[in-house]
């Protein structure tokens, strides 16, 4: 059975080491953040500012002056720093955050990734999905593996306007974790439980390398 | 040394049509309300406005929009705002779209006298479309240029009378950045205290950078995303 | 997460011979004096030195030139040292001198990922023999490139256990810039507190930059040129 | 008669101008300090990460912690703010600092200027200098006319290796006040007192621009 977003995020939560400093995109890649293991330490990086962002606030807690990248009311936790823009970029771009998770509409089977621009839709812009997958040093998409009509979001070529090439290292859709080769391809690691090895190969488009058994997910 | 004034409109009451404006926040979190407020009555127009979002339809530079003051925006996510969809597809404002590091990182340029910086975000996109690539150590990167504001306006949340500035968390994002980069630096601030009286040890804009500060008033500090949890029994 | 060490012996156990440091400190003000003893007991050697000046003959960098650990040192000023001089001479020491907001720059740069940036210091110079020049809007500038080192070894005034740090007056100096340019970066702080302790806006360094940390003992903070007046009465 | 160091200083400090910011060099530019007029705002930057600069600590004040780019024991005035050392040359570079008075060895009259190395000697290091001559707007030197062999140093071009070029706006001696020409030339603004046109003259050897009467420095 297909995942659902609440358990890819789980699963991306298992790639998560002590002492790791984590950038979450919006959608499902905020959720990782309830799966963190008990007892571990990882410090998640707002790029609005701020390392070691916490849970929600308590209603009637909430503080105008703390937010998210995507907006939202949020706490600190202890050790917390603020900073400007500017050096939030700088440890991005520096390769100081160990892990970038952040959803995607298309990815290629190069690793490239688009994400935030689809032709003749209003644009919203990029925000800072450009700086931080052209520095990321590790690069999980977290994202449903076909679109609303069916068809699959790993590709062989991006069609949509590109956000970055070849920097996505890991996906994890709802289907399956795959990993991209450096020279090209999906490479098929786990499979979620119950769906079939045929069913992600009809739902890739890109082209899928498949090596032995490949085994359940655990979550 | 006199850099305070009464208000926002004494602040910003040289701000003239076509002007090239920095405004500091990140979404309506630390942007300067009455600044924007005093734009607003002043009704100074064909602005272009370097700031991260473009605010919501009745709130932040939203109101400018709405007003029919701003000629083109330089944004890194202009969001929800359909005023600003409406005047997008008309063709009356013009919108130049950068990635968020690049947009901080050519506000730290100006403010620190760098006349160009490379960073690799865009690198194989559109963004890089017509620029410079340049490879290092085997990476490509782009080179964009520092930005050039004939005003920046900027809150924070105490400043002193020489033009210090404290922001307070998340406030902070832009602000900072603009401070320095602007030709002319208005400071907005919640809390105006005599010199002297701010650690020295956390200020996070020198005086130097700031040209005139006041004391705003009525903060709203509107929340864009209020998510909270349930306080459990 | 554990960044706390027991000493500056275990923090500087894996640095080997040949390998780049920066040291953090302007004069003897700031500087590492812990890991300064700490490596010179170690004996490591045919260091670069990345730090704006070379101590003085028995204190500071001094201790490690008369020691004969350093092959290199890359610095803005070397000031008064009988030592250094004695060795550069000979020809036991390289000495390479760069401008002091050009070395400031450049660990900015390695902190911030930009691989070069541009200054007007030194144009027209020999500092600008060799290097390519650009103009930019009628001014020439240099390309410099941004430094890589193995470690960067810094001294704050507070730090947590999280790695976060705060300077006080002017001993930040370069330090916080070298925390943040280090592969590895060392801090050694007067006082080390559990995180959380610290003011999340009031910090200089954030923990993300720093890998390893300790409290430093019996800082003897030696005053280079102590210049007074007297008290009227 | 000649000036003293302390005149130079002297004479400079009535460039200054309410609510500039100002950076002194070592040696004769660190006394203009003591001439700022009575209540006028002038903040002194120190390069080392200082603004709101102050005297000399009282004895037994002195802070290991709190120095000015000469290495000396200082103190702060209120509205004083400390940053990296990164900020303090962003802030020289990008020309916040009204006011730069720097010593020198040599000036030419082009504007160019020698103060950090001697060919043979042991060269310490430009420190700030080449940063601050590169960047601020309004520099001053100032320096004795010349050199303890009598020789001028108001030259066509200098001699030693250059800190920067075409910089220098002003130069204050011992014996006259003198702008720099954009065409190249040592405009004669003041003589030091009782100092003779034709001194000045003898003791410069760049070109010398004198245009009516030159009047006395009032000190």
Redesign the interface.
């Known amino acids: 059975m297909a995942l659902t977003k609440e358990q890819i995020a789980q699963r991306i939560a298992r790639e998560l080491k002590d002492g790791y400093y984590v950038n979450l995109g919006i959608g499902i890649p905020t959720l990782v953040a309830n799966y963190i293991p008990e007892g571990m330490d990882v410090i998640l990086q707002?790029?609005?500012?701020?390392l070691g962002m916490g849970?929600?606030?308590?209603?009637?807690?909430?503080?105008?002056?703390?937010?998210?990248?995507?907006?939202?009311?949020?706490t600190?936790i202890p050790g917390s720093s603020?900073?400007?823009?500017?050096m939030?970029?700088?440890m991005?771009?520096a390769g100081k955050v160990d892990l970038t998770v952040l959803g995607a509409m298309e990815v290629s089977e190069k690793g490239?990734i688009a994400n935030w621009k689809i032709p003749g839709k209003?644009?919203?812009?990029?925000?800072?999905?450009?700086?931080l997958v052209?520095?990321a040093r590790y690069i999980i998409v977290a994202m449903l593996h076909t679109n609303p009509k069916g068809e699959s979001k790993l590709l062989p070529e991006c069609t949509l306007?590109?956000?970055?090439?070849?920097c996505v290292k890991k996906v994890v859709t709802d289907l399956a974790v795959l990993d991209i080769h450096p020279d090209g391809g999906f490479i098929l690691r786990e499979r979620a439980p119950g769906v079939s090895t045929d069913e992600i190969k009809a739902k890739t488009a890109g082209k899928l390398i498949i090596e032995g058994d490949i085994p359940e997910m655990e979550i | 040394?006199?850099?305070v004034v009464a208000n926002a409109d004494e602040a910003i009451k040289d701000i003239f049509d076509g002007a090239i404006l920095m405004l500091g926040g990140?979404?309506?979190?630390?942007i300067p309300e009455n600044c924007i407020a005093a734009l607003v009555r002043k009704g100074v127009k064909h602005l272009t406005c370097i700031s991260?979002n473009a605010g919501v339809d009745d709130f932040g530079i939203g109101l400018m929009l709405k007003n029919r003051q701003v000629k083109k925006m330089i944004?890194?996510?202009?969001?929800?705002n359909a005023e600003f969809?409406r005047q997008?597809?008309s063709g009356e404002l013009e919108v130049e779209?950068i990635?968020?590091?690049?947009?901080?990182?050519r506000?730290?340029a100006?403010?620190?006298?760098?006349?160009?910086?490379?960073?690799?975000?865009?690198?194989?996109?559109?963004?890089a479309e017509g620029k410079e690539i340049r490879n290092?150590?085997g990476?490509d990167?782009l080179l964009e240029?520092a930005f050039e504001a004939d005003f920046a306006i900027v809150k924070a949340?105490k400043g002193?009378?020489?033009g210090?500035l404290?922001?307070?968390?998340?406030?902070?994002?832009?602000?900072?950045?603009m401070a320095?980069a602007g030709k002319i630096t208005i400071a907005e601030v919640e809390h105006l205290v005599?010199?002297?009286e701010l650690?020295?040890?956390?200020?996070?804009t020198?005086?130097?950078?700031v040209h005139r500060i006041f004391q705003g008033e009525k903060y709203e500090?509107?929340?864009?995303?209020?998510?909270?949890?349930?306080?459990m029994n």
Chains 1, 4 share one sequence.
């Open positions: 707002s790029e609005n500012g701020l849970p929600f606030p308590f209603e009637g807690e909430e503080d105008p002056d703390l937010i998210n990248a995507g907006k939202q009311t949020i600190t603020f900073f400007d823009s500017a939030s970029f700088g991005i771009r490239d209003m644009v919203k812009g990029m925000g800072g999905a450009m700086d052209a520095s306007p590109l956000t970055g090439v070849r | 040394m006199n850099k990140f979404g309506l979190c630390g991260n944004s890194s996510y202009v969001g929800e969809e997008l597809l779209l990635p968020q590091g690049t947009l901080a990182t506000c730290l100006a403010g620190y006298g760098m006349p160009a910086i490379f960073t690799p975000a865009g690198v194989g996109t559109e963004v290092f150590n990476k990167y240029y949340w002193d009378t020489h210090n404290i922001y307070k968390d998340t406030a902070r994002n832009f602000n900072p950045l320095m005599p010199a002297g650690d020295p040890n956390c200020i996070h020198p005086g130097i950078y500090k509107r929340i864009e995303q209020r998510t909270v949890r349930k306080k």
